[in-house]
């Protein structure tokens, strides 16, 4: 057997057969559909508050756990929105106030929990979202979902519930929240035991020296950089000499941006941002104005706040660290030993699937039927079978099928399909090359390097 090794951007060496074991193993355990007993999804209007609602009940046991707790929520917030942060909080406190056991469930440890923020109407994506009443995450995959009762496509929201769903065994007394629009398969094993009150999921390699820090451009990112006694911090688009100055640094690595908090960090947040709650105003997002806090200086934190105008006076921004402070300092007294920021790697060969922009939505659907090299067959084949499509193209009907992905497929006449993606096609006739057509009912189609979608 011929091992080959990656080499990641940071300069670490990871073997290749242990990454592709360690995806195939998540990809495994996330078709089990053993994910979060509760799943919270935030949306931008009732309307889609109910589809949600109905949805994802529906379709239980094939996404989230049979016996899962659905609560699809409106962010009924001001103009602007409520920012991640807040948005989480309040997302969480109208999913509360709908089941009065989620806190005390929560606090037990007897659940995990996972959220996911949908906000946008998808224009990076568009027009594929109009097709869906601007509810972009129900943009739908070249993938179906085979219940007992009906079949139907698979949604974006719904694989990355089922794909997030891998770190609810090790999330039990936790909040996990994600974003509606990519789906990752980590490289690395994504069973661990949470050691910090939050932790934020990173593509993490060794801090490298000057030299390649600058030639990867790691100070146009945002990163999470990890000390030697597992502890990160939050920094955002800095020089090597200010990285290095603001700690020992390990490991870094760009940010995935999903997270999960301890129920105690999220009650003490809870309580610091209640005026806001309550008033449903303010915007707050998560890095600037809950990590960075957390993990830097007054100083560092405040001259970087004041420099991206987050805040209008430096009297602001001392104020608002000084309340995340408060909530670290009760903490303290509840949980003197306890810590409170770290990093949860997904390995630096994790496949990252994001379908927010038109073109991204067509290049990783489009993987599905690569095959140039081992990298790309293997890839191709996690993504198959993340998706449960079959490895045969076969459809209902006379359709010749030359490098395709055919799923829930019928043609009347004899078709030809060549290096294809389709899924949930109605066709009388076809005739198509390089190209993806998802929920289409057409009497005839002839297409090349296109995408037609219903």
Partial sequence: ISITTSVDTMGSHTSSMDANTNRMEAIRSMNRIRGFNVVIVCCTSASQTEYWQKR?????????????????????????????????????????????????DLKAGKISVGLYHTAGKGTRLAPLPGSECNNKPAVKLPAIIKTSRATFPL??????????????????????????????????????????HADILARLGPMPDKKTYEEKGLFNYGLICVEKNGDAKQIEKVSYETAVSIGDF???????????????????????????????????DTDPHFWMPMTLDIKTYSDFMLSKKEFATK????????????????????????????????????????????VYYMTNNLKLLKKGTEEEREEARAMRRFLNIEEKAKADGPLKAVNCSVADTTVLKDSIA?????????????????SILVNVTAGSIRGKNCLLYN
């Fill in 418 to 434: 060549k290096n294809s993606v389709l899924s949930s096609v109605t066709v009388g006739e076809i005739v198509a090359e390089n």
């Fill in 155 to 196: 949604t974006i929201l719904e694989a990355v519930i089922k794909q997030t769903g891998v770190y609810a065994s090790s999330r039990k007394g936790r909040l996990s929240v994600f974003w509606g629009d990519q789906v990752f398969i980590p490289s690395v094993s994504a069973t661990y035991v949470p050691t910090h």
């Fill in 315 to 358: 009297e602001e921004a001392d104020s608002h660290y000084a309340r995340v402070f408060t909530v670290k300092d009760r903490l303290k007294n509840t949980d003197p030993k306890g810590k409170f920021f770290g990093a949860v790697d997904v390995g630096q060969d994790a496949y990252w699937w994001d379908y927010g922009q038109v």
């Fill in 56 to 104: 994802l009940q529906a379709s239980r046991g094939y996404i989230a756990p049979r016996n899962a707790r659905i609560f699809a929520v409106e962010e009924d917030w001001a103009d602007g929105g409520a920012g991640n942060g807040l948005g989480t909080l309040y997302a969480w406190q109208k999913a509360c106030a709908r089941d009065k056991t989620l806190k005390s």
């Fill in 250 to 284: 390990e490991k870094v690595g760009t940010s995935v941006g999903s997270f999960s908090v301890s129920s105690a960090l999220l009650a003490g947040l809870m309580d610091a941002f209640s005026p806001e709650l309550k008033a449903k105003k303010g915007k707050m």
